[in-house]
């Protein structure tokens, strides 16, 4: 049986996603990581092959000589570089119906084209991210966990779109216990590793240096860590954060979990920035997306005679998710 197509978003109309759809259809059209947008069909006219679609079924069919299109019309004209909150309902719509697809197993994952979360919120849009808004869509809020993945570093933050007074404040070991399962059992289920090693971050400087920079380490961390080895998970640490992402400390783990948003983020897009996916765990269905945003610094019209938007994110989102979709499948017969 063939592996249904995978779900493609908008993103925001007004960023680089459009550009970097294109793109990703130029490069994977004669690839088996078949997929289709949900997305404005106007915009690509006379730019590349399009094929109006009604379901997914018709995806594969016509992959290889034009880009399947589900229709979600825009309903302001788009202007790139200029995002408006008056498209955030086709933005909006385009993320639900993906993953109603992806739940009903039509789509074999949801892949997101970058979203403006402020853009977003000045329509009255509740959440702070994809990741949020997908936990909703498939009834598991709080459950979901952001992972960032790149061939030089995975990272797995247990906070996510918080502020950082905030990420503090709610860190607890159960918090932490949590987010490193999730983590271990994707990195076994979905990237086929046999006993995955996690390196836990500090949250202080010197992970507190027996206290003196901070007590989190003894109170929260190292009672979550001792917690995951008597159940068997490979976690070591408190690591502290400044030296556990220099390459060779790199080496000795698989994922880092790290205490806040950016204490992961930083390392793993100052690495690279070109090939980073963002995965979330915890949801019932395969979603990642480009670890970039909207760029709308150099979002430009797509009849530009050369494209700015780098693609390769996007393209490895894409491979990523259907690698996964794969495995899950496989694991599923
Ligand atoms: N998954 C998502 O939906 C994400 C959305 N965002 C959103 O994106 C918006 C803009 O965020 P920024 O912090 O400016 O980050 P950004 O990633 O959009 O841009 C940062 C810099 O990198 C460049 N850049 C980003 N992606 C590129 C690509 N594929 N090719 C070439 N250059 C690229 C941009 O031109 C800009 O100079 C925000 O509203 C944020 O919420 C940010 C990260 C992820
Ligand atoms: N920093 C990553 C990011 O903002 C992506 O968030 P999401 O939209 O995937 O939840």
């Not at 990642?288 to 005679?305: K, M, R, Y």
Request: proline residues 9%.
């Amino acid at each position: 049986m063939t592996k249904a197509p995978l779900a493609l978003t908008l993103g925001d109309p007004a960023g680089i996603g459009p550009e970097l759809t294109v793109s990703a259809w130029e490069i994977l059209k004669n690839t088996e990581h078949c997929f289709f947008w949900l997305g404005d069909p106007t915009l690509l006219d006379g730019v590349i092959p399009t094929q109006l679609i009604s379901a997914p079924e018709e995806a594969a069919g016509v992959f290889a000589t034009a880009l399947p299109v589900l229709p979600i019309y825009c309903p302001v004209t788009i202007v790139p570089g200029q995002p408006t909150p008056s498209n955030a309902p086709a933005v909006i719509e385009s993320i639900r119906k993906a993953v109603e697809l992806a739940l009903t197993g039509s789509a074999s994952g949801v892949v997101t084209n970058p979203i403006a979360k402020h853009i977003l919120a000045e329509s009255g849009f509740p959440h702070p991210g994809h990741t949020e808004f997908l936990a909703q869509l498939c009834s598991v809020s709080g459950q979901e966990i952001m992972m960032l993945a790149s061939p030089e570093l995975r990272v797995v933050p247990v906070s996510i779109h918080v502020s950082l007074q905030n990420a503090i404040h709610s860190l607890t070991a159960e918090r932490i216990i949590t987010v490193t399962r999730i983590a271990n059992k994707a990195l076994t289920q979905d990237f086929g590793l046999k006993n995955p090693k996690l390196a836990i971050a500090g949250l202080n400087p010197h992970a507190g240096e027996s206290g003196l920079m901070g007590h989190e380490e003894h109170s929260i961390i190292i009672p979550a860590i001792n917690a995951l080895k008597e159940e068997g998970i490979d976690a070591q640490g408190p690591y502290p954060p400044d030296t556990m992402f220099a390459a060779h400390a790199r080496t000795q783990y698989d994922a880092a979990i790290c205490m806040y948003h950016d204490q992961g983020l930083i390392p793993l897009k100052t690495l690279d920035m070109t090939q980073g996916v963002n995965i979330t765990l915890g949801l019932p269905i395969v979603r990642t997306s480009p670890d970039h945003g909207t760029a709308f610094d150099i979002a430009q019209p797509l009849s530009a005679p050369s494209k700015k938007a780098d693609a390769r994110s996007l393209v490895a989102a894409i491979r990523t998710a259907s690698k996964m979709a794969h495995n899950r499948k496989e694991k599923a017969l």
